[in-house]
T-cell receptor, first 114, second 109 residues
Framework: GAVVSQHPSRVICKSGTSVKIECRSL??????MFWYRQFPKQSLMLMAT?????????EQGVEKDKFLINHASLTLSTLTVTSAHPEDSSFYIC??????????FGPGTRLTVL | GQNIDQPTEMTATEGAIVQINCTYQ??????LFWYQQHAGEAPTFLSY????GLEEKGRFSSFLSRSKGYSYLLLKELQMKDSASYLC??????????FGAGTTVTVRA
């Protein structure tokens, strides 16, 4: 149990385009979903917290207009990187929390902006 | 704020034991997680400690001392597949996780 999927696993896009990443909890309802970013050889940095039916809360320094988060249902959250630039290239990982404290992570999405 | 420290790298021999320490200074502490992360992959859950003491789960054990702000992950009977990064993460009262920088463990034959 506690499987989280992410799509796509890899994406390459041109600078200035927007990219949408989906995060789904497959076998449980996620009360909260989290979005992280991880640069090479660094740890995970929390970007935002997403609760179903409400606006996401962003960590300090994360631009909410650039990283749009929609938590449409208890099993789906999306992250849209708008007007992507090369500095946005990173490994984006979502996690989902059900009733307990444990966060289960998706497999990650590697974004490369040319 | 929070400060989570763990060693950057550790090397051990196949079949040996390795202990990864994690110290933390944080507000709103609710528990401590250990995750394993292979290169290019997402973290996978290993253990969760809320109360003081040792939690044993097969070859992996995790210990927590809340009063000392200290935890360790113990890996026994090391296998080559255990070569990975091990992340210490503090759970806050708002259910957010703060991660340490990770410890890269290399298992040698």
């Amino acid at each position: 149990g506690a499987v989280v999927s992410q799509h796509p696993s890899r994406v390459i896009c041109k600078s200035g385009t927007s990219v949408k990443i989906e995060c789904r909890s497959l076998d449980f309802q996620a009360t909260t979903m989290f979005w992280y970013r991880q640069f090479p050889k660094q740890s995970l940095m929390l970007m935002a917290t997403s609760n179903e039916g409400s606006k996401a809360t962003y960590e300090q320094g994360v631009e909410k207009d650039k990283f749009l988060i929609n938590h449409a249902s208890l099993t789906l959250s999306t992250l849209t990187v708008t007007s992507a630039h090369p500095e946005d290239s990173s490994f984006y990982i979502c996690s989902a929390r059900g009733r307990g404290d444990t966060q289960y992570f998706g497999p990650g999405t590697r974004l490369t902006v040319l | 704020g929070q400060n989570i420290d763990q060693p950057t790298e550790m090397t051990a021999t196949e079949g040996a034991i390795v202990q990864i320490n994690c110290t933390y200074q944080t507000s709103g502490f609710n528990g401590l997680f250990w995750y394993q992360q292979h290169a290019g992959e997402a973290p996978t859950f290993l253990s969760y400690n809320v109360l003081d003491g040792l939690e044993e789960k097969g070859r992996f054990s995790s210990f927590l001392s809340r009063s000392k702000g200290y935890s360790y992950l113990l890996l026994k009977e090391l296998q080559m597949k255990d070569s990975a990064s091990y992340l210490c993460a503090v759970l806050h009262n708002d259910y957010k996780l703060s991660f340490g920088a990770g410890t890269t463990v290399t298992v040698r034959a």
